[in-house]
């Protein structure tokens, strides 16, 4: 079993920045592969970044120049580091670990773009 918990999210105006963590318990975080998700309002959850436990690191098109995700195994923590925040980038953000084929997703943290 895998408990995740987000930190992190709030409000911020346009160009902005904000560093999102999430923190796991468990032994298979280092195994497994770490995902960013969000959902606005109204859409689906779509996938914003995520980093397999070899580092190989994907972002999405929307995202890619202004987020960073990293990860320490260390610690069993991942974080989404946001620059240059738009309103389009409010929503709810989800810490997500995949591994054999399990989903764990934490709580959610909100984020909300606005002057």
């Known amino acids: 079993q895998v408990q995740l918990v987000e930190s992190g999210g709030g409000l911020v105006q346009p160009g902005g920045s904000l560093r999102l963590s999430c923190a796991a318990s468990?032994?298979?975080?280092?195994?497994?592969?770490i995902g960013w998700y969000r959902q606005a309002p109204g859409k689906q959850r779509e996938l914003v970044a995520g980093i397999t436990s070899g580092g190989r690191i994907n972002y999405a098109d929307f995202v890619k120049g202004r987020f960073t995700i990293s990860r320490d195994n260390a610690k069993n923590t991942v974080s989404l580091q946001m620059n240059s925040l738009k309103p389009e980038d409010t929503a709810v953000y989800y810490c997500?670990?995949?591994?054999?084929?399990?989903?764990?997703w934490g709580q959610g943290t909100q984020v909300t773009v606005s002057s």
């Open positions: 468990g032994s298979i975080f280092s195994i497994s592969t």
């Open positions: 997500n670990v995949r591994n054999m084929g399990w989903d764990y």
